[in-house]
T-cell receptor
Framework: GQQLNQSPQSMFIQEGEDVSMNCTSSSIFNTWLWYKQDPGEGPVLLIALYKAGELTSNGRLTAQFGITRKDSFLNISASIPSDVGIYFCAGQLRNFNKFYFGSGTKLNVKP | SQTIHQWPATLVQPVGSPLSLECTVEGTSNPNLYWYRQAAGRGLQLLFYSVGIGQISSEVPQNLSASRPQDRQFILSSKKLLLSDSGFYLC?????????????FGPGTRLTVL
């Protein structure tokens, strides 16, 4: 099946620092989604991207749909303790009903 | 607005017992529906997805099954649970608009098989 390579697997940062994580694929995706999951809860959609090159912000979060359609990144600026959680990327191939997920980036923020 | 419900929220079942997890979506019609399983500290494994009533696609061979008796209802079942069925089960839905699909998750069911 399709593989999404998400990196890094985990991050330990100081409050106030900026964070960057990315996902890459060998396939061309039509849609990229970014989620945050808190312990014991379902993933919550942060940002959805539908066009190559698209750059979208949601508060302190910014995500981009790569020009090649094979990658996407998520940036978090000025991190705060409540940013702690696991961040997942997901991609959808054109005309496919399934979404493929990265393995997640676990973010730890030290106050 | 659309909402997705899952129940129960937590479940503890003995090995060999049956299972039925339910998921319902409100505020949308003809959604695609999905069941995922997540082991502790791990990623999401797609188990089943459905594009319509009675239409189920299985992704992983296992002792689980899924059914979609109504447009906005998705059920995950097992006749006999195994220890390895423990995990966090997530239901999700997506709209069927090509090119702008977005997937939304329910709150999940924590299943422990003893």
């Amino acid at each position: 099946g399709q593989q999404l390579n998400q990196s890094p697997q985990s991050m330990f940062i100081q409050e106030g620092e900026d964070v960057s994580m990315n996902c890459t694929s060998s396939s061309i995706f039509n849609t990229w989604l970014w989620y945050k999951q808190d312990p014991g809860e379902g993933p919550v959609l942060l940002i959805a991207l539908y066009k190559a090159g698209e750059l979208t912000s949601n508060g302190r979060l910014t995500a981009q749909f790569g020009i090649t359609r094979k990658d996407s990144f998520l940036n978090i600026s000025a991190s705060i303790p409540s940013d702690v959680g696991i961040y997942f990327c997901a991609g959808q191939l054109r005309n496919f009903n399934k979404f493929y997920f990265g393995s997640g980036t676990k973010l730890n923020v030290k106050p | 607005s659309q909402t997705i419900h899952q129940w129960p929220a937590t479940l503890v079942q003995p090995v060999g017992s049956p299972l039925s997890l339910e998921c319902t979506v409100e505020g949308t019609s003809n959604p695609n529906l999905y069941w995922y399983r997540q082991a502790a500290g791990r990623g999401l494994q797609l188990l089943f997805y459905s594009v319509g009533i009675g239409q189920i696609s299985s992704e992983v061979p296992q002792n689980l099954s899924a059914s979609r008796p109504q447009d906005r209802q998705f059920i995950l079942s097992s006749k006999k649970l195994l220890l390895s069925d423990s995990g966090f089960y997530l239901c999700a839905w997506s709209a069927r608009d090509r090119g702008t699909d977005t997937q939304y998750f329910g709150p999940g069911t924590r299943l422990t098989v003893l």
